[in-house]
């Protein structure tokens, strides 16, 4: 047992239950930057640890009639295919040092990307709901097509690096269900939505060889307890600031990663 890794467990499933981000897009960066895991080994067993994790705040959910399935089920349709064609080329591709700054450059930029998303919901939030309301007809057709090819996306992005599922798929879900998806309603469908994702993508890992089954017992003794506080705590606690303190905190990790890679 590593009391750190415990903690580390513990603050980002605290983090997932609340706001349905931080499976990834922390405990991946903080792996890699505090820990001294290797990429491989921080992508693989994150998706687990994710997976897992998430498995726990989805029964909390679930149990408060919060999950939208039919949105759930458009996300996996372009999810679950991208991971499966991103596992294909990974496997393809033997990992070698260029490949292996190449991933922990994608992992940063995945950050990056996650905490700008994050930054600009509101506004994207805004849109959808002017263009929901003003043209809906054509909104609402473009409804599903656009919902696969966020999956898509997602599913190439977390088979890579672990990162995005929750921040980005939340991003995605509140311009695209501006009126259907409340807060809580969004949290919890979008984590439904990693679950399967993770673990098709951490199965394909762990069948190369990059998951660490201490590191992840260690995490999950402190991630279990800690994320359904959190889910039961979701729909009480501001949703807007919690967000954008987080989104504060990964645009500083994505700074970190991208200084220890190019300094």
């Given at each position: 047992m590593d009391p750190m890794l415990i903690v580390?467990?513990?603050?980002?499933?605290l983090l997932v239950g609340l706001t349905g981000v931080g499976g990834g897009a922390l405990m991946t960066p903080l792996l890699l930057l505090i820990f001294g895991i290797a990429p491989l080994a921080a992508v693989g067993t994150d998706l687990w640890f994710a997976a897992i994790t998430k498995l726990f705040a989805t029964r909390v959910h679930h149990s408060h009639g919060l999950i939208d399935w039919q949105v759930v089920k458009r996300l996996w349709m372009g999810s679950l295919t991208a991971s499966a064609s991103t596992l294909i080329w990974m496997k393809i591709h033997p990992v070698d040092a260029d490949a292996v700054h190449l991933l922990k450059t994608a992992i940063a930029c995945a950050v990056l990307v996650t905490a700008l998303g994050m930054i600009f919901q509101k506004p994207l939030h805004s849109l959808g709901t002017r263009f929901r309301t003003t043209d809906a007809n054509h909104f609402k057709s473009l409804q599903a097509p656009l919902t696969i090819l966020a999956g898509a996306i997602l599913g190439s992005l977390v088979t890579l690096?672990?990162?995005g599922a929750g921040a980005l798929g939340a991003v995605?879900?509140?311009y695209l269900y501006p009126l259907r998806l409340t807060p809580p309603r969004l949290i919890a469908t979008d984590i439904v939505h990693a679950i399967p994702l993770a673990i098709f993508a951490g199965m394909g890992h762990l069948l190369i060889g990059n998951v660490d089954l201490a590191l992840l017992g260690n995490l999950l003794l402190g991630s279990i307890p800690?994320?359904?506080i959190g889910a039961m705590l979701s729909s009480r606690l501001p949703h807007g600031l919690l967000r954008a303190l987080l989104a504060g905190v990964l645009l500083l990790i994505s700074i970190k990663l991208w200084w220890s890679l190019y300094p």
């Open positions: 580390a467990g513990a603050s980002t499933g690096t672990s990162v995605f879900l509140a800690a994320v359904i």
